[in-house]
């Protein structure tokens, strides 16, 4: 059975930092890309960055270029996402997905096959 699991959210000032940590198990990520993405409230599901398990290959959403960063860890079978210099903007749920996707499809969350449960980021102004 897969599991997602997202932990480092929570509530911190404009401008600070956090990471974010989501475990994988239950079967072999190899050739799958790894997606962040978050939900704020009253807004859709939307793209925040992503890798390629095998290459490590990164995509972000332009919203957050200079300021996150996507890595990975293959002998923990975790994706961590780094988050710098946040704004109350950046304030949401952020979930963990995991699918097999051509580079096009994958801002598109209808392609991830696996969800994690989210964890909530509040940034204060």
């Known amino acids: 059975q897969v599991s997602l699991v997202e932990s480092g959210g929570g509530l911190v000032q404009a401008g600070g930092s956090l990471r974010l940590s989501c475990a994988a198990s239950?079967?072999?990520?190899?050739?799958?890309?790894m997606g962040w993405f978050r939900q704020a409230p009253g807004k859709e599901r939307e793209f925040v960055a992503a890798?390629?398990?095998?290459?490590?290959?990164?995509y972000y959403a332009d919203s957050v270029k200079g300021r996150f960063s996507i890595s990975r860890d293959n002998a923990k079978n975790t994706v961590y996402l780094q988050m710098n210099s946040l704004k109350p903007e950046d304030t949401a749920v952020y979930y963990c997905?995991?699918?097999?996707?051509?580079?096009?499809?994958?801002?598109?969350?209808?392609?991830?096959?696996?969800w994690g449960q989210g964890t909530q980021v509040t940034v204060s102004s």
């Open positions: 997905a995991a699918g097999v996707m051509v580079a096009a499809d994958i801002p598109l969350s209808p392609k991830y096959d696996y």
């Open positions: 239950g079967r072999t990520f190899s050739g799958y890309v």
């Open positions: 890798i390629r398990w095998n290459s490590g290959r990164t």
